[in-house]
């Protein structure tokens, strides 16, 4: 009985001395002889190196406590302020740190290299406590999102699971939750698991199988995403500027290793939009490839989500293709609409756009893009046909007034361009409008004063039905220079041959360096000066020879032309000066009958244009050779 109460006695003493031992040597003993037992305990349990930026501490408050401070983890995967480990109190009196315990204060934890977390044996670790809690942590996403303010607690049912998750964090002001379980970790075997993360109107669930292999964790399973708003879900996604859709669900089979996320049978739906698709992914989503296919869809609505979707990319390496059974764009429709990108380092490989536009227009645009910034340069090639072009241009709203409805039916473009948003530059370009065929190259500035510069060599065209679309332009103030050669030129049913011309553009006249007609009704014609289309005075000087005079005066509407003989050989050296209605004639002809002064005024406007009505002296002159000629 005596030996019982002593021992009774004893029990309680000797616990108080234990502790009082414990607290002497936590406040006396230097911990820092326990820093590489610890850094090496925890080291070996993450299978990862461990690195401690202060002193140790300890506490009894709760329990003995080691406190480690400014921990990493290797590859900064995981950082904390502190990690506080509460150990078993009889294993530390004899030694031993085996924790209880586990609290990370202000942990960092980046997913995006949680690939390098590996471990060749690809075996699970023993968890050894018995809780684990984070507190005010921040989660960094592989899509670069932040998470803050998390709260997290583990509660293992054994070393090897199973295992209750559940937590909280904040980003954006909302609150996010997460009840997690996961099954026992057998080496060698997969453990079933179940995630659910709801906040800021958002469901996510994810439910199937992790695995530890040798390149680290591997998940598989079906992931589901659901929200009320379809562009809060979109702008979580990254895809900001979306329209409203409404309700959004989005489903796929996700795989996730080392650092690789797929997405397979994916499919997105939000009201009458459904896109399906495919994603493999890697290096923090930066490279990879993304195949989607899309229903019908709103193209105006979606402009600024796809400005900033490629805008604001910094894909290291990764390709997307993209394609629509139809696209809605101002009231018409685009069909087979596809777009094959390459994003490399912010720039933009257009591997192909090609797509069915009214007017039965199909359009290919191959090339790339040397900036995704505010101005992006386009470098490339365009491939354009056309059955009906005025559809393609009334749909894109430039309406083509004051052409006749026969005009702008069918086009063949082949060019190489470049654009910045303001200069448009093609090296050279095939066109075939219509009848005629036309080569060259030229420079466009769209700027408040427009300005362009073209050399074109063309086979046949008729002027007159794009005479006002010319004048509108140098009414607008279009600037810039042109170099025309062409081999048949029609104007007003006038046919002109091996036409070479050569002008300066300053908005509403043109400034003639040559103007060269090898043949018109039997003449050869020269000129230079000024044309002026917007009725003020004109200036210009020519030369005209003809063994045809017959054909020539006809041609201006003369009644003595029937009475000329039609070898009559002239020669004339003159000026025009004068609105292009009424313009004087000046000069000097040279005919059989000698050298006559050239008067009279000529028409070259209007309805009635060209005509020609002779002065005094001209008029004797044409009698003369009328006479002659009877």
């Given at each position: 009985m005596r030996a019982r109460r002593r021992r009774r006695r004893w029990g309680p003493i000797l616990a108080i001395l234990s502790f009082a031992f414990l607290f002497a040597a936590g406040s006396q003993l230097d911990l820092d002889t326990f820093r590489g037992r610890a850094v090496d305990a925890v080291s070996v349990w993450l299978d990862q190196p461990v690195t401690l930026g202060g002193r140790l501490g300890f506490r009894l408050s709760d329990g003995p406590t080691l406190v480690l401070p400014d921990l990493e983890v290797g590859g900064r995967v995981l950082t904390a302020r502190e990690a506080r480990i509460g150990v078993r109190f009889w294993p530390l009196l004899l030694g031993r740190l085996e924790p209880r315990t586990i609290v990370l204060v202000s942990p960092r934890l980046r997913l995006a290299t949680l690939a390098g977390w590996r471990a060749s044996s690809g075996e699970w670790p023993a968890v050894p406590f018995e809780r684990l809690e984070v507190v005010d942590g921040v989660l960094e996403t592989i899509g670069g999102q932040v998470i803050d303010q998390v709260a997290l607690a583990v509660v293992p049912g054994s070393p090897a699971g199973p295992f209750d998750i559940r937590g909280s964090g904040r980003r954006d002001g909302e609150t996010?939750?997460?009840?997690?379980?996961?099954?026992?970790?057998?080496?060698?075997?997969?453990?079933?698991?179940?995630?659910?993360?709801?906040?800021?109107?958002?469901?996510?669930?994810?439910?199937?199988?992790?695995?530890?292999?040798?390149?680290?964790?591997?998940?598989?399973g079906p992931l589901r995403l659901s929200a009320?708003?379809?562009?809060?879900?979109?702008?979580?996604?990254?895809?900001?500027?979306?329209?409203a859709l409404g309700p959004a669900t989005l489903e796929a089979k996700l795989a996730w290793s080392a650092g690789?996320?797929?997405?397979?049978?994916?499919?997105?739906?939000?009201?009458?939009?459904?896109?399906?698709?495919?994603a493999n992914l890697a290096e923090s989503l930066t490279a990879g490839e993304v195949q989607l296919v899309f229903s019908r869809v709103e193209l105006e609505a979606w402009q600024g989500a796809l400005a900033g979707l490629l805008g604001g990319a910094s894909a290291r390496d990764l390709s997307l293709v993209?394609?629509?059974?139809?696209?809605?764009?101002?009231?018409?429709?685009?069909?087979?609409?596809?777009?094959?990108?390459?994003?490399?380092?912010?720039q933009m490989a257009l591997r192909e756009l090609s797509a069915l536009a009214p007017g039965g227009t199909e359009v290919t645009l191959f090339g790339r893009v040397s900036s995704l910034g505010q101005r992006p340069v386009y470098e490339g090639e365009i491939d354009l046909v056309s059955d009906n072009l005025r559809i393609a241009l009334a749909w894109l709203g430039l309406?083509?007034?004051?052409?006749?409805?026969?005009?702008?039916?069918r086009i063949g473009l082949s060019a190489r361009l470049s654009f910045d948003g303001e200069r448009l530059t093609v090296p050279s370009f095939d066109l075939k409008l219509d009848t005629s065929r036309m080569l060259g190259s030229g420079n466009l500035m769209l700027t408040p004063s427009p300005r362009v510069d073209?050399?074109?060599?063309?086979?046949?065209?008729?002027?007159?039905?794009?005479?006002?679309?010319?004048?509108?332009?140098?009414?607008?103030?279009v600037s810039g220079t042109i170099s025309v050669s062409a081999d048949l030129l029609t104007w007003q049913g006038i046919g002109l041959r091996d036409v070479d011309i050569e002008a300066n553009l300053a908005g509403p006249s043109i400034d003639l360096r040559r103007f060269r007609v090898a043949e018109a009704a039997g003449a050869r014609f020269a000129a230079t000066g000024r044309l002026a289309l917007d009725g003020t005075a004109s200036d210009l000087s020519f030369d005209l020879t003809t063994d045809r005079s017959s054909d020539l005066l006809r041609l201006f509407g003369n009644s003595e032309a029937a009475n000329l003989a039609r070898n009559a050989a002239i020669a004339v050296a003159g000026r025009l000066q004068g609105a292009l209605s009424e313009m004087a004639l000046s000069g000097a002809?040279?005919?059989?009958?000698?050298?006559?002064?050239?008067?009279?005024?000529?028409?070259?406007?209007?309805?009635t244009a060209p005509s020609f009505e002779p002065g005094a002296e001209l008029r004797r002159l044409v009698e003369s050779l009328g006479a002659r000629g009877r």
């Open positions: 996010f939750r997460m009840e997690t379980t996961l099954g026992r970790a057998e080496t060698g075997r997969p453990a079933g698991f179940a995630a659910k993360l709801q906040g800021d109107g958002i469901d996510l669930s994810l439910a199937g199988a992790v695995n530890r292999g040798s390149e680290g964790l591997e998940i598989l009320a708003d379809g562009a809060k879900l979109l702008t979580r996604l990254g895809i900001v500027a979306a329209p690789r996320l797929s997405l397979s049978d994916l499919t997105f739906e939000a009201g009458a939009l459904r896109v399906t698709g495919q993209l394609s629509a059974d139809a696209l809605s764009f101002r009231g018409g429709l685009i069909r087979q609409a596809r777009a094959d990108i390459r994003l490399l380092d912010r309406e083509p007034v004051g052409i006749a409805p026969d005009r702008l039916r073209l050399r074109v060599a063309i086979d046949r065209v008729t002027l007159d039905p794009y005479q006002a679309l010319v004048a509108s332009g140098l009414a607008a103030g002809i040279v005919s059989p009958e000698g050298t006559t002064p050239l008067d009279g005024t000529v028409n070259l406007a209007g309805s």
